[in-house]
Nanobody, 116 residues
Framework: QVQLVESGGGLVQAGGSLRLSCAAS????????MGWYRQAPGNQRELVAAVTSGGSTNYADSVKGRFTISRDNAKNTVYLQMNSLKPEDTAVYYC??????????WGQGTEVTVSS
């Protein structure tokens, strides 16, 4: 069984930085693709960044060059380092684990607010 718990969200001024963490319980973390998604009020949930079990990464164009996703398999944890934050980055950020299409899990989310 899998439980995902996000932390690290908060209020930050434009241009600042935050690091989000997602700790996973269970035994399938290291063989799973991990992702960060976000959803702003009135918007659809969108992929921000993902990292596969093999270490390949993918980023949304809007965050490329500013955000970095990484994973620590020994700690069953995935991180999202967010630099040069903009007000348009304001959203609830969700951690996602996907082992297969039918074996996928979501965290509860952590709020990120970027003020101007």
């Amino acid at each position: 069984q899998v439980q995902l718990v996000e932390s690290g969200g908060g209020l930050v001024q434009a241009g600042g930085s935050l690091r989000l963490s997602c700790a996973a319980s269970g035994t399938i973390f290291r063989i799973s693709t991990m992702g960060w998604y976000r959803q702003a009020p009135g918007n659809q949930r969108e992929l921000v960044a993902a990292v596969t079990s093999g270490g390949s990464t993918n980023y949304a164009d809007s965050v490329k060059g500013r955000f970095t996703i990484s994973r620590d398999n020994a700690k069953n944890t995935v991180y999202l380092q967010m630099n040069s934050l903009k007000p348009e980055d304001t959203a609830v950020y969700y951690c996602h684990l996907e082992r297969t299409y039918y074996m996928a899990y979501w965290g509860q989310g952590t709020e990120v607010t970027v003020s101007s």
